[in-house]
């Protein structure tokens, strides 16, 4: 053995206590300004936010655009800068359009059928004339089932009663070139229409989507149909239909192709008026990394007012819209102090998110910050409650999407938790493909979906999800913040890493 100079040992002994040194410093640093994030601030700010005079928030109405107003002013009280080139700064304009259905109708042969009362229609919010359209029948919908059908410029009907399988096979069908969807999604009539009439008042409600100028003008979307209108338009018994799925399944590959294309007419109009709703964003520079910037998101949005009463959102999404707040101020105060962090922060809640993940969207398809600088997305959605399969998990979070594109990612949420919260992380509805879907569900998608590292952190729903009873006394501050220390923690390891966590998967 070659001898190693007392020099050399001496060195070796101070770059290792100077490590460990720095290790512990920035430790004690991330503990002190964690214990900023405390119960009381959380309250106070929840008792405003998911009060009775914000209306329950609803995008685009009165509400919303009190708590924007509550928020900015937060976000201006710590000094966070307003990065929107427009306007106050804080304030990313948001275009949506928001739609009711006008003349909606089906024809099957010499039959013509009603929305919402013989089938229903869920898509955009478009206009057409009446269109013919030529129906092809895909089965169930998997891609096996799709090939050698000439779909293009053409309606596909799918018989199938699994949300996530029919949700991939109007993706896939939208991909093939298909321009209308019937969907058969109970295999009885008694029990579509018992669906039917539960999701009445929904399906006639309001709804609000991006106005984006330039979209497609033909509609697209799904005709969700009963299994006799099915029949009507393919000239089949419904059970020749089924037994084809179970015969390609079975391995008869041609039996779907048996099943030839019929013709039927529809028309879809829609009285549409133009809306603004807005993200409110709060910019902390880095002090060494600055281009790199992590995002961090809550929505703010909520229900509103449904049939005189209050949805007023204290869990959803007011819990995690305060956390953010507080992380805000956490991160102000470090800097403040000289403490950091060494990248860019983004606190951005934004709208639309109960529309259809709207604010976020629009925010990835025009970034105030290149998206290829976007380090990683921290989303928060429902982080004050437990959720209904979780009563004896303790202190828990729901993570979704953790190791999705980072295994670094996951594995710095996961150490620290271990150093300062000690809660029990829950995987369950962590794998992109788990039937709910989760992954697709939330804000953090908009960003998944453009490649950057995301985790999703929530308490999954409860007896209260979407309801208004969906109240602050119901909150467990004392969980509350400590899910938010612990994402505030993995927040501050990713901004004052030495170098940009690493993406190893797609």
Do not use: C
């Given at each position: ?249 079975a391995g008869k590959l041609k039996s779907i192709k048996k099943v030839k294309p019929k013709k039927s007419y529809y028309k879809i109009s829609y009285e549409a008026k133009k809306i603004i ?21 809550a929505h703010y949005d909520h229900e509103g007012i449904k049939n005189g009463e209050i949805y007023n959102g204290a869990d959803d999404d007011g819990s995690g819209t305060v956390a953010i ?60 409650r437990i959720g209904k399969e979780y009563e004896d998990k303790g202190d828990y979070i729901r993570l979704i999407g953790s190791d999705a594109l980072s295994t670094e990612l996951h594995n ?95």
């Amino acid at each position: 053995m070659k001898n190693i100079s007392k020099l050399s040992v001496l060195f070796f002994v101070f770059a290792f206590t100077l490590i460990q040194n720095t290790t512990a410093q920035q430790d004690s640093l991330a503990m002190k300004y964690a214990s900023t994030i405390t119960v009381e601030d959380l309250k106070q700010d929840l008792n405003i936010l998911a009060s009775d005079a914000l209306e329950g928030r609803e995008t685009g109405k009165r509400g919303q655009k009190m708590a924007a107003a509550f928020i900015r002013a937060h976000f201006e009280e710590l000094g966070l800068k307003g990065p929107v080139k427009t306007g106050n700064g804080y304030y990313q304009d948001v275009k949506l359009k928001s739609s009711k259905a006008g003349e909606v109708y089906l024809k099957v042969g010499d039959k013509s059928l009603i929305n919402v009362k013989d089938f229903f229609y869920y898509g955009d919010a478009q206009n057409t004339g009446e269109i013919t359209s030529e129906v092809v029948f895909v089965g169930s919908g998997s891609e096996k089932e799709f090939e050698g059908l000439d779909i293009k410029g053409k309606s596909i009907l799918l018989i199938n009663s699994n949300r996530g399988e029919r949700r991939k096979a109007l993706e896939f069908g939208a991909k093939r070139g298909a321009k209308m969807a019937y969907v058969v999604n109970a295999l009885t009539d008694k029990e579509y229409f018992s669906l039917l009439t539960r999701f009445k008042s929904f399906l006639t409600r309001e709804t609000i989507a991006l106005d984006k100028e330039n979209s497609q003008e033909v509609a697209s979307g799904a005709f969700y149909i009963n299994p006799t209108t099915a029949s009507e338009i393919l000239g089949k018994p419904f059970e020749k239909l089924t037994k084809a799925i179970e015969d390609f399944k079975a391995g008869k590959l041609k039996s779907i192709k048996k099943v030839k294309p019929k013709k039927s007419y529809y028309k879809i109009s829609y009285e549409a008026k133009k809306i603004i709703s807005e993200n409110v964003l709060g910019y902390l520079e880095g002090s060494e990394f600055k281009d790199e910037v992590i995002v961090m998101t809550a929505h703010y949005d909520h229900e509103g007012i449904k049939n005189g009463e209050i949805y007023n959102g204290a869990d959803d999404d007011g819990s995690g819209t305060v956390a953010i707040m507080e992380m805000a101020e956490a991160f102000a105060k470090a800097k403040a102090e000289g403490n950091g962090p060494r990248r860019s922060i983004l606190f951005m809640t934004v709208t639309g998110e109960e529309k259809g993940l709207l604010g976020s969207e629009y925010y990835t398809d025009n970034p105030v910050f290149a998206l290829e600088n976007t380090v990683v997305n921290l989303n928060m959605d429902m982080i004050g409650r437990i959720g209904k399969e979780y009563e004896d998990k303790g202190d828990y979070i729901r993570l979704i999407g953790s190791d999705a594109l980072s295994t670094e990612l996951h594995n710095i949420n996961e150490s620290t938790n271990k150093k300062y919260t000690q809660l029990h992380l829950d995987y369950t509805y962590n794998d992109k493909n788990h039937p709910e879907r989760f992954y697709y569900r939330s804000d953090h998608w908009n960003f998944a979906k453009n490649g950057i590292p995301i985790i999703s952190y929530g308490n999954g729903p409860h007896a209260d999800y979407h309801k208004p009873t969906d109240t602050v006394d119901k909150i467990l501050f004392e969980l509350l913040q400590k899910r938010a220390q612990l994402i505030f923690h993995t927040a501050w390891e990713v901004a004052n890493k030495d170098k940009r966590i690493v993406i190893d998967k797609e």
